[in-house]
């Protein structure tokens, strides 16, 4: 059976392809699930693709990719990116590699997104490419 690769999109990434295209692009979310999968086809891997705005969510589905032995766990996680040491413990307390991804690079925006919470956890960030950020940490998991 295939490796799986969560996909965890944090808040008003429901929104995406609506919200400020100019910094975000205009591609869905569900435009980038159909990407991933069709190369996730060519790595033999599964995905396993979600979106939550509540925080809670995405420490329980982090868990489950840890029980389900998930190869990675690819995650965007908005704005709590910025704010959330409950989500810098969550991936810490798995042993499953994460990447943080983001569309935009928070870094050459306002100050406030300089700081990641995630990216001080995390196994490495992807940032800045628009979409083609989660096609490369795909790339990046299907080598782990
Ligand atoms: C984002 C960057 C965050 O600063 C912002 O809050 C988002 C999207 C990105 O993908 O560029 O919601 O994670």
Redo the contacts with the bound molecule.
């Keep these: 059976m295939p490796a799986t690769v969560y996909v965890l999109n944090?808040?008003?990434?429901n929104l995406l392809g609506l919200r400020e295209p100019e910094i975000?692009g205009s591609d869905t979310l569900d435009d980038i699930a159909g990407m991933l999968e069709d190369r996730a086809r060519d790595l033999e891997l599964d995905i396993e693709m979600r979106q939550s705005n509540h925080e809670g969510h995405l420490i329980d589905w982090m868990h489950e990719a840890q029980a389900q032995d998930a190869r990675a766990v690819l995650l965007?996680?908005?704005?709590f990116?910025?704010t959330s040491v409950a989500l810098h413990d969550a991936i810490r307390s798995i042993r499953t590699p994460v990447i943080e991804?983001?569309?935009?690079n928070?870094l050459t925006?306002e100050t406030f997104?300089h700081e990641s919470f995630v990216g001080r956890a995390a196994r490495g960030t992807i940032?800045g490419f628009g979409a083609l950020s989660y096609l490369l940490a795909l790339e990046a998991a299907a080598r782990f």
């Design positions: 944090g808040p008003n990434l975000y965007n996680a908005g704005a990116t910025h991804v983001h569309l935009s928070p925006r997104r940032a």
